[in-house]
Each structure stands twice: as structure tokens, then as C-alpha cells.
């Protein structure tokens, strides 16, 4: 299994990114996928998820500002990050779940790093 992120980059306050990710190896379309950040000095965090049925989640401080999206056909799944803040600076890591009923595996990409000026 693997996972490629792309998208990441230097923007300016206010400024918009969309990250992608590419799945390989599995079948793509029955995996919960997410996108985690990871800024320094901190722990990972959860940003956004997306179920195989299309139930998104977010984070607090991106609701209203990040939309998280798959496309099964291409076995990519999107973070599009409008408004963006300093504070959203982080390593942004690409998660795929598979769950077999109770019990899940946890498949990570290298992350793309995003940072935010002011």
C-alpha cells in the first residue's frame, strides 16, 4: 500500500492550497480516509476525514475553512485549505483506514509540508 501526497507549499495568510493524495495497492473505495498535521513541538492531529459512504469530520479550528473530498475513480482523496493561518503551518500526512469490522489498519503517507506566512 501506498500513499502520495502532493500539493503542499509556501502561501501567504489568507491564501487557498489543495493537497491530493494518491492511493495504490488497495482497494481504494472502502477506506476511511483522513488528513492529519503534524506542526513542531506538537503532537499529530486529525484534520479531516472522510468515510467510504462521503461522511466528512473536521477539525474545530478548520470548519468552515478546509472541505475534504474523494474521488474513488481516481483513488485520490483532496484537503482543500481556503482562508489559511499561520497556526495551519504543519507537516499534512495522508491516512487510509480499513476496518475488518472492529479492528483497523493504519496506512500513512511521508506527509507535504505546508506553511503559512503572515
Known amino acids: 500500500v501506498q500513499l502520495v501526497e502532493s500539493g503542499g507549499g509556501l502561501v501567504q495568510a489568507g491564501e487557498s492550497l489543495r493537497l491530493s493524495c494518491v492511493a495504490s495497492?488497495?482497494?481504494?473505495?472502502?477506506?476511511?480516509m483522513a488528513w492529519f498535521r503534524q506542526a513542531p513541538g506538537k503532537q499529530r492531529e486529525l484534520v479531516a476525514s472522510?468515510?467510504?459512504?462521503?461522511?466528512?469530520n473536521y477539525e474545530d479550528s478548520v470548519k468552515g475553512r478546509f472541505t475534504v473530498s474523494r474521488d474513488d475513480a481516481k483513488n485520490t482523496v483532496y484537503l482543500q485549505m481556503n482562508s489559511l493561518k499561520p497556526e495551519d503551518t504543519a507537516v499534512y500526512y495522508c491516512?487510509?483506514?480499513?476496518?475488518?469490522?472492529?479492528?483497523?489498519?493504519?496506512?500513512w503517507g511521508r506527509g507535504t509540508q505546508v506553511t503559512v506566512s503572515s
Open positions: 472522510i468515510t467510504d459512504g462521503g461522511s466528512s
Open positions: 495497492g488497495i482497494n481504494f473505495s472502502i477506506l476511511t
Open positions: 491516512n487510509a483506514r480499513r476496518f475488518y469490522g472492529l479492528v483497523s489498519t493504519n496506512y
